[in-house]
């Protein structure tokens, strides 16, 4: 391991019908990254004309979910009566706070003929005094670009490369979306106190240590680091100030009290979330 690189995470892989999905986090003795409490990378994948992403509705609390898609198409209902299709170059921001309902499903435009997904699931955990905060959902594709030569990185989280997105943070936090071609380079800043990378595409080196595909890197702080490819690479960049309260993660929820965690799977079993206003399981 580099001196950049603090350890590298593997993620466990399983296979949703068809897509495969990488969780590199929660992970054995490294529960977070700043917020960010759950890592997941899917695809690059195609449903068949007859098959498509059916996640039904599910319940969340203490959480913002972010969804960033480098291809293809969802559809996001969820309980407060949002309905938005997602597509590359959006985020959407979903905060559960103190109980949401959502679907993610294939747009019904692209039913009944081949489709591809790509891209990111990732949750944030909510700081102290915000766990129970009223649910919201938000979206934004006038995300800042930052371009230099070979290399552009989208800001889609927090403040990096002198320029901020509009995206609410709860508590501090950077997330970013590089694209390098071919000799391309860009710095790493020490924008947050703990901060990784993920390669999802190509290849790509840290100070000079080859990436591994789908490995969460863990960072260093305090330095400047140099991203570069010879042959052209995508990289996520995420991290930001930690949560100093511990928190708890079973199933769909997060919170900093086991009980309330056992208070949400039984309002769950029990029916007391609220449903998702026009989802075909409703």
């Given at each position: 391991m580099s001196g950049a690189i603090l350890h590298a995470i593997s993620p466990t892989s399983h296979d949703?019908?068809?897509?495969?999905?990488?969780?590199?986090?929660?992970?054995?003795?490294?529960?977070?990254?700043?917020?960010?409490?759950?890592?997941?990378?899917?695809?690059?994948?195609?449903?068949?004309?007859?098959?498509?992403?059916?996640?039904?509705?599910?319940?969340?609390?203490?959480i913002s979910?972010?969804?960033?898609?480098?291809?293809?198409?969802?559809?996001?209902?969820?309980?407060?009566?949002?309905?938005?299709?997602?597509?590359?170059?959006?985020?959407?921001?979903?905060?559960?706070?103190?109980?949401?309902?959502h679907s993610e499903r294939t747009p019904a435009e692209l039913q009944g003929q081949p489709k591809r997904i790509y891209g990111m699931q990732t949750w944030l955990a909510l700081p102290d005094g915000l766990e129970e905060m009223d649910p919201a959902f938000e979206s934004h594709a006038d995300l800042p670009l930052v371009e230099d030569g070979c290399a552009s990185a989208r800001v889609i989280i927090g403040s990096l490369w002198?320029?901020?997105?509009p995206t609410t943070q709860h508590s501090p936090a950077i997330y970013a979306d590089i694209v390098l071609a071919p000799g391309g380079a860009i710095p790493i800043d020490p924008a947050a106190t703990e901060r990784a990378v993920m390669l999802i595409g190509g290849g790509a080196e840290l100070d000079g240590t080859p990436l591994t595909l789908f490995a969460l890197n863990l960072l260093g702080a305090g330095s400047t680091l140099r991203l570069s490819s010879e042959t052209g690479g995508r990289v996520m960049l995420l991290g930001g100030e930690p949560l100093y309260t511990p928190r708890h993660i079973w199933w769909n929820f997060v919170s900093s009290s086991t009980e309330r965690i056992r208070q949400a799977a039984t309002d769950w079993q029990a029916g007391r979330f609220p449903p998702v206003p026009g989802d075909p399981n409703n």
């Open positions: 949703l019908g068809g897509m495969m999905v990488r969780r590199a986090l929660p992970a054995p003795r490294i529960g977070m990254v700043g917020p960010f409490i759950f890592v997941d990378q899917f695809g690059p994948a195609e449903f068949p004309a007859d098959a498509a992403l059916d996640i039904g509705p599910h319940p969340h609390i203490g979910t972010v969804t960033w898609l480098f291809d293809g198409a969802i559809h996001h209902r969820d309980s407060l009566g949002t309905s938005a299709v997602i597509r590359p170059g959006q985020v959407n921001l979903m905060t559960a706070g103190r109980g949401i309902t002198g320029r901020a997105a």
